[in-house]
């Protein structure tokens, strides 16, 4: 009897089931190590995060030789000016309160924002540097960006406050109007409150955890048929440059 | 290099080349999906990524097969 082949119905077909189970068994293998060993891949991985940033770094290097080294010879004499104001402002230093950032253990960013997709940095920190789960991670400026969200011993993971649907409590203005932030991702943030709420564009955002600034008001929405004002807040900090970060040593 | 880019370039262009990847090599997409959670999924967090691979192997294979098949062109 003559069988009509379809090339349509051969699409529909798989040949062999095996390499689909390795596939499965695969996967559910990495799943495994991922939920046992939640830095295994980090650890794995984290030469290949220090070899971009050799890439990066001889780029720049390689492109004027002979304007760096004007530069170097401008930067000597500015870098001796400076340290003699140094010296100076040290002795200034111990009679100024310190900043949450002071108290804090300084890392470096591995990885961070639009590379990672949750709105996460990688810290290159963890349980043997002191850090732990749910301390504030300051800027260099002692600005707030987020919380440990896990530490392993050697890396972890922050979770900025930016981060898509994370809520936040804060508040607003000289008055200190209370306000939840939700995260929208990409370092923005939104608020809701009272239409008739005194809050107005330029306010300054603070987290209530450190009574940090780390924001303003840049638009207000108002609809009169709305009972609630829509607040965007641009932080001051950009979590797209950060390249360190300051995670507090104490919980908040 | 959708694989390197995971770890150098914006994650939207880990999507595309990724997507790109996906119709030679189906797969790929959930495999990808399953890295990015394993290096960046914070605790807590769902595992969107990984989803979102899951999802799209689907119709990746079928483009990958009319592809092989000549039923459309790349």
Redesign the interface.
């Given at each position: 009897m003559k069988m009509q082949f379809s090339r349509r119905n051969r699409i529909f077909l798989f040949r062999s089931w095996r390499p689909l189970l390795l596939f499965v068994g695969v996967l559910l293998l990495l799943l495994v190590v991922r939920l046992s060993f939640p830095n295994f891949f980090l650890y794995v991985t984290s030469p290949i995060y220090s070899l971009g940033r050799v890439f990066s770094e001889t780029a720049g290097y390689m492109e004027n030789a002979k304007l760096l080294r004007e530069q170097v010879t401008q930067l000597s004499e500015e870098r001796d000016a400076l340290l003699e104001e140094n010296v100076r402002l040290k002795d200034e230093l111990s009679s100024l309160e310190a900043l949450p950032s002071d108290e804090g253990i300084v890392v470096r960013v591995e990885a961070r924002p639009p590379v990672t997709p949750y709105d996460v940095l990688i810290i290159s920190a963890g349980t043997d540097a002191g850090i732990e789960t749910g301390r504030i991670v300051y800027s260099r400026g002692g600005t707030p960006v987020g919380t440990i969200a896990d530490a392993g011993k050697h890396f972890s993971r922050v979770s900025l406050f930016s981060s898509y649907g994370v809520s936040t409590e804060g508040w607003i203005g000289e008055d200190a109007y209370p306000v939840t932030f939700i995260g929208e991702g990409a370092g923005a943030f939104v608020a809701k409150v009272p239409r008739e709420a005194t809050i107005e564009e330029g306010d300054i955002a603070y987290i209530s955890s450190r009574a940090s600034a780390f924001g303003s008001v840049v638009k207000i929405h108002k609809d009169a048929s709305m009972p609630e004002a829509i607040l965007e807040i641009r932080p001051y900090i950009n979590p797209f440059s950060l390249l360190s970060v300051s995670v507090a040593r104490n919980a908040p | 290099m959708s694989a390197?880019s995971?770890?150098?370039?914006?994650?939207?262009y880990t999507v595309m080349l990724t997507a790109v990847a996906g119709l030679f090599f189906p797969?790929w997409l959930?495999?990808m999906g399953?890295?990015?959670?394993?290096?960046?999924?914070?605790?807590?967090?769902f595992p969107?990524?990984s989803l979102c691979g899951a999802l799209l192997t689907v119709p990746a294979i079928?483009a990958h097969?009319?592809l092989k098949?000549r039923?459309i062109t790349a």
């Open positions: - | 390197c995971l770890f150098w370039f914006p994650f939207p797969p959930l495999i399953v890295f990015a959670d394993a290096l960046y999924l914070p605790q807590g967090t969107f990524m079928f097969r009319f098949a039923l």
